[in-house]
């Protein structure tokens, strides 16, 4: 990989998500010492989601003197949704940073939501000195080993001098290879100056008896390693990102190009094509694969979401691409099985097969046998929103309605069971990466925090999110966190006491001025 592409990190989720290349942002820690203090930079993002704790203050307080945006949430699990939310958004890495213990255990939804997402994020957590672990100090339990199966890359920073190289490997980690979340912990006398991690230990002098004398030695030792380098220039450049692209020659191998091929876009990928676009079809997507003499899996995984590799034709070759293998191969010699599985970056193979294949066309009436069903769908949709139930709205004429509405620049984030299902066979996202919803894992509750993450993104853009009323209950109080932070977003609501009829709809909103839709 070349030095821009390191600089311009470009991400392609194996789920098809393009993200978009960044700069190197600027972030800074300050070097707890005596007197002074030194900062330094890191790449990352220019956010970081917080619910304060006085394990991490010393790092929200020296960011947000740099000229980082500390936006605190009403609840930590919004705080990883959030920054889940930036690094689709904005191709960076999201940074959320919690409180010791029960701030760490009230994010972990989230980061296995980012997990399951292949979302690279940052999240710092606040730790008992290290000298103090397993003596009963205040909200220290063993987080290592909560986190260890959920992120990529775990590590305590044990003394001052390790905290670049660490920061520096997680933010490699998270994007490299899969991306997906990191976890920090930074006992807490990693962050505090000296003077004020001295007296806490209790360093006092010589000491009169054998014992005092040993105990002093020990803890001087300690005080000593912890701060021993602090001061040592360090080089803070990012590291390296390895991204796996396909092999050249199994580009070759495949017998078509990218423009003309009608396609089918999962949840992640929802609004990669735009409002309307040509190849794209929405309906009956079965038939499609059954049908299919080839099919290209791009980033999308044989699991639940395709019927664990049922749905696809028997006769058909399948090309498979993904950067991650086990997800390249899931089910793979059960109910499917890869013509060609490519291990490598999706984004890029795809444009490689495009510019390897110019000239193909697709057959014309393969294209049009789906459009006409698609169509005929679309009919029948349309039918059905308008039949009047004998009570409240229809739901389907609820989004026919929102889809006129919504402006180009709109970004949707769906929280909910039936009535975020019908939205998303309904509304036609406006463009990548303006749909944000649930995911693989099904996580109800991802609403205030990726809206959160989205209106910080998109400040310009009208953010909707779309709200069954049980959802609206796991992430309601994030309405303070809006106002807090000047972040009006809108969001619909369906409430649903009867079963599958909407007995009510809401608009509740933080801006008064968009109350009024
Ligand atoms: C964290 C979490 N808890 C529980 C569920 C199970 N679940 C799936 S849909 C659903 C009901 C959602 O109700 P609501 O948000 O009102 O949406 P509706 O289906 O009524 O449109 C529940 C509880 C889940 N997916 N995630």
Not at 208 to 228: I, P, T
Request: glycine fraction near 10%; proline fraction near 5%; hydrophobic fraction near 40%.
């Amino acid at each position: 990989m070349d030095d821009q592409m390191v600089a311009y990190i470009t991400l392609f989720t194996s789920t098809a998500v393009i993200g978009f290349g960044i700069g190197a942002v600027l972030s800074y820690f300050h070097l707890p010492s005596s007197g002074r203090t030194r900062s330094f930079k890191i790449s990352w993002s220019s956010y970081i989601f917080t619910l304060p704790g006085g394990h991490i203050s010393p790092i929200l307080v020296a960011s947000e003197k740099l000229g980082i945006r500390i936006v605190d949430t009403r609840h930590e699990v919004s705080t990883v949704f959030a920054a889940d939310a930036v690094a689709r958004m904005s191709g960076t890495v999201g940074v959320a940073a919690v409180t010791a213990g029960p701030g760490l255990t009230n994010t972990v939804t989230a980061v296995k939501n980012a997990q399951m997402a292949e979302s690279p994020v940052l999240l710092i957590g606040g730790a008992a000195a290290s000298i103090l672990k397993g003596r009963g100090a205040l909200q220290d339990i063993d987080q290592m080993s909560l986190f260890k199966p959920l992120c990529k890359y775990c590590a305590t920073v044990t003394s001052v001098r390790d905290i670049v190289p660490v920061v520096r490997r997680a933010l490699q980690e998270a994007q490299s290879g899969t991306p997906g979340p990191v976890f920090i912990e930074f006992p807490i006398d990693v962050l505090y100056p000296y003077h004020m991690v001295a007296k806490e230990i209790g360093v006092k002098g010589e000491g009169k008896s054998f014992m005092q004398k040993v105990v002093n030695w020990y803890l001087g030792n300690y005080l000593d390693n912890l701060f021993a380098g602090a001061w040592d220039p360090q080089d803070t450049k990012p590291l390296r990102v390895n991204i796996p692209f396909a092999n050249h020659d199994l580009v070759q191998q495949s017998f078509f190009e990218t423009l003309g091929i009608p396609c089918f876009l999962g949840g992640m990928s929802r609004g990669l094509l735009g409002q309307k676009s040509d190849i794209q079809m929405r309906q009956r997507r079965r038939d499609a694969l059954k049908e299919a003499d080839v099919i290209i899996l791009a980033g999308a995984v044989c699991d639940f979401r395709l019927s664990y590799g049922r749905t696809l034709g028997r006769k058909a070759k399948i090309i498979a691409v993904n950067r991650n293998k086990e997800q390249l191969y899931r089910n793979a010699d059960m109910f499917w099985k890869p013509t060609v599985p490519v291990l490598g970056d999706v984004g890029t193979f795809m444009r490689d097969l495009a510019a390897g294949l110019t000239g193909y066309n697709c057959d014309p009436e393969w294209i049009s046998t789906l459009r006409e069903r698609d169509e005929a769908k679309e009919i029948t949709n349309k039918k059905m929103s308008e039949e009047i139930p004998e009570m409240h709205l229809n739901p389907m004429k609820v989004f026919m309605e929102l889809e006129e509405l919504l402006p180009s620049d709109a970004v949707l984030v769906a929280d909910g069971g039936d009535f975020v299902a019908t939205a998303a066979y309904i509304l036609r996202p406006r463009g990548p990466l303006m749909w944000l919803d649930p995911g693989a894992f099904g996580t109800l509750g991802v609403g205030g925090g990726f809206a959160l993450g989205a209106k910080l993104c998109r400040p310009e853009s009208q953010v909707w999110i779309i709200y069954g009323d049980g959802s609206l209950g796991y992430s309601l109080s994030e309405f303070d966190t809006y106002t807090r932070h000047k972040t009006p977003v809108i969001a619909l609501l369906a409430m649903m006491p009867g079963g599958l009829k909407l007995h009510e709809s809401k608009f509740l909103c933080s801006d008064p001025v968009l109350h009024a839709i």
